[in-house]
């Protein structure tokens, strides 16, 4: 893509601010371009945002159960999977699917537990909560 083709169009997406992009420049040579997004960008973030959220309702509907942990909940409305809550909070991804039981939630020592609510972005009493 060539620096004058780098979509313009005002997303919503970004709320106002703008997205680098890489670019072709008139050299030749790659440069970042700043972009206010275009409307296949945001039809397809606004799906992701939409699935991540029908995730989190049913995920708080089994927590509210007992079928699944808080946790399970929390990660989904962070917009997280198992992989990437794995990665972010160092731990490898069984355990973080182990964590979504429950029985074993329950029983998770409170540093663990700080870990999961800094990189969930909550605070930690809030991680045994489902709105």
């Given at each position: 893509?060539?620096i004058d083709e780098v979509p313009?169009?005002?997303?919503?997406?970004?709320?106002?601010?703008?997205?680098?992009?890489?670019?072709?420049?008139?050299?030749?040579?790659?440069?970042?371009v700043p972009s206010r997004g275009?409307?296949?960008?945001?039809?397809?973030?606004?799906?992701?945002?939409?699935?991540?959220?029908?995730?989190?309702?049913?995920?708080?509907?089994?927590?509210?159960?007992?079928?699944?942990?808080?946790?399970?909940?929390?990660?989904?409305?962070?917009?997280?999977?198992?992989?990437?809550?794995?990665?972010?909070?160092?731990?490898?991804?069984?355990?973080?699917?182990?964590?979504?039981?429950?029985?074993?939630?329950?029983?998770?020592?409170?540093?663990?537990?700080?870990?999961?609510?800094?990189?969930?972005?909550?605070?930690?009493?809030?991680?045994?909560?489902?709105?």
């Open positions: 893509m060539n313009q169009e005002e997303s919503a997406v970004y709320g106002g601010h703008r997205k680098g992009i890489y670019a072709r420049g008139v050299d030749g040579r790659l440069c970042l275009w409307e296949a960008e945001e039809i397809v973030t606004r799906q992701a945002v939409e699935a991540f959220e029908a995730l989190a309702a049913a995920a708080r509907e089994r927590a509210r159960a007992g079928q699944s942990s808080p946790l399970e909940y929390h990660m989904y409305r962070a917009r997280m999977d198992v992989p990437m809550l794995a990665q972010a909070s160092g731990l490898w991804r069984w355990r973080v699917r182990r964590h979504l039981r429950p029985a074993v939630f329950g029983k998770l020592p409170p540093d663990l537990r700080a870990r999961y609510a800094e990189v969930l972005g909550i605070e930690l009493a809030q991680l045994d909560m489902v709105d």
